[in-house]
């Protein structure tokens, strides 16, 4: 159990165009996600939390016209990047939490390589 | 604020020995979990070995094991009988308990590549 999926995986792209990453929660319903992006040899830095239902909180420094998120439903949030440029070119890893038994854990989804050209 | 700090960018160790990842954290809180992630070469985070602030007894699960210390605010994760596949990079992470249903957000250190040769 615990299983979080992102799509696309990679994906390569014209700059000035936009891109939207999935990110799914495959057998647990989670209120809250999170967008995280990583640069190579890094650790991962927090963007945002996605709450179902309401605006996602952005972190200092990130852009909110820039990367759009929806949190549609208990088990789908997605993060949407406009008007991408080479700058944005980096790795996007979604997390989903999980409160079952007062044990609260996050699980990852396997990432999303953005390359814009 | 919370920080977490992993003072050793990267460690190796052979094959079936034991090796040990340091971090060190800090905060006010006295509620909080503490976890070790690793991600291997494929990039997928997963999910190592978990420990709530509140329970004395360290973690453990099957080759992993934790030292915690509350007081002095640490948090190692011993890695025994290391192979092949533990090569990774690891984070420790801290998260605060918040109040209600939801989950507060994930603070990382800066990671620890380990290498495990033959």
């Known amino acids: 159990g615990a299983v979080v999926s992102q799509h696309p995986s990679r994906v390569i792209c014209k700059s000035g165009t936009s891109v939207k990453i999935e990110c799914r929660s495959l057998?647990?319903?989670?209120?809250?996600m999170f967008w995280y992006r990583q640069f190579p040899k890094q650790s991962l830095m927090l963007m945002a939390t996605?709450?179902?239902?309401?605006?996602?909180?952005?972190e200092q420094g990130v852009e909110k016209d820039k990367f759009l998120i929806n949190h549609a439903s208990l088990t789908l949030s997605t993060l949407t990047v406009t008007s991408a440029h080479p700058e944005d070119s980096s790795f996007y890893i979604c997390?989903?939490?999980?409160?079952?038994?007062?044990?609260?854990?996050?699980?990852f989804g396997p990432g999303t390589r953005l390359t814009v050209l | 604020a919370q920080t977490v700090t992993q003072s050793q960018p990267e460690m190796s160790v052979q094959e079936a020995e034991t090796v040990t990842l340091s971090c060190t954290y800090d905060?006010?809180?006295?509620?909080?979990?503490l976890f070790w992630y690793k991600q291997p070469p494929s990039r997928q985070m997963i999910l190592v070995i978990r420990?709530?602030?509140?329970?004395?007894q360290n973690a453990t699960e099957n080759r992993f094991s934790v030292n915690f210390q509350k007081a002095a605010k640490s948090f190692s994760l011993k890695i025994s009988d290391s192979q092949l596949g533990d090569t990774a990079m690891y984070f420790c992470?801290?998260?605060?308990?918040?109040?209600?249903?939801?989950?507060?957000?994930?603070?990382f250190g800066r990671g620890t590549q380990l290498t495990v040769w033959p």
């Open positions: 997390s989903a939490s999980r409160l079952a038994g007062g044990r609260d854990t996050q699980y």
């Open positions: 057998d647990f319903q989670a209120t809250t």
């Open positions: 996605s709450n179902e239902g309401s605006k996602a909180t952005y």
């Open positions: 905060t006010s809180e006295n509620n909080y979990y």
């Open positions: 420990q709530e602030a509140y329970k004395q």
């Open positions: 992470a801290f998260m605060k308990i918040n109040r209600g249903s939801t989950l507060g957000r994930l603070y």
